[in-house]
């Protein structure tokens, strides 16, 4: 393999698609929302895809990024400054998202990602910009209480919401397995890789 595609394989692809497979171990037909579209998220989208996420949503600021998404496998774009993210995602998906990564790390990514999460979903912190940002988390929304979901009984909503939020960080190293690195590698030789 030449040292151009190893080196991407040992960085942007193995956290990206490593934190969509390892990490998060995205199941077919979950949805999958991934903020930033550099490197690392679009390697995350061609993980998603790899995986058979049913919905898999990029979100960034620059149009040829979202363009170049398409191509690792999104199957819908949110130009962030056009739309809000959390209600252009819930336009996409009411009942809210099951994965959620954010490869940006700043505060309001990290909590938009919270507010579009399906009750048991999970927003996977992996992009860090500063070490003093903080976020702020409605305790009663994390744990899956914060409304009945339309036309829902308040049985059926109160046995989904036992189901809380997850929020995990994930670092590039946690998304990496030996297994993982062997798949990606035979993928990349196939040319199917992330």
């Known amino acids: 393999m030449p040292f151009a595609q190893a080196a991407l394989l040992g960085c ?13 171990n995205v ?16 390697n995350a989208a061609s993980g998603a895809r790899l995986a ?5 949503v990029v979100i960034d600021i620059q149009p040829k990024r979202l ?23 819930r336009d996409l998906l009411p009942g809210g998202v099951d994965h959620v990564f954010d490869f940006v790390g700043l505060k309001v990514v990290a909590e938009e990602g919270l507010a579009m999460l399906a009750v048991g ?8 910009a500063k070490p003093e940002v903080d976020i702020s988390l409605n ?17 059926e909503t109160d ?20 297994r993982g690195h062997v798949v990606l590698t035979v993928l990349a ?3 199917d890789a992330p």
């Open 12 to 24: 942007g692809v193995v956290t990206g698609a490593g934190a969509v497979l390892n990490t998060a």
């Open 27 to 42: 199941k077919p037909g979950e949805s999958v929302v991934i903020f930033g579209a550099g490197g690392v998220g679009l």
């Open 52 to 56: 058979g996420a049913s919905r898999i």
């Open 67 to 89: 363009e170049a998404a398409r191509g690792f496998g999104a199957t819908d774009v949110i130009d962030s400054t056009k739309s809000k993210p959390v209600d252009a995602v």
């Open 121 to 128: 979903g999970a927003l996977y912190l992996v992009g860090v």
């Open 139 to 155: 305790i009663f929304a994390a744990i899956g209480g914060q409304r009945r979901e339309p036309g829902r009984s308040r049985v």
């Open 159 to 178: 046995r989904i919401a036992r189901g809380q939020r997850r929020l995990r960080g994930a670092r590039g190293r946690d998304a990496q397995s030996r």
């Open 189 to 191: 030789r196939q040319g």
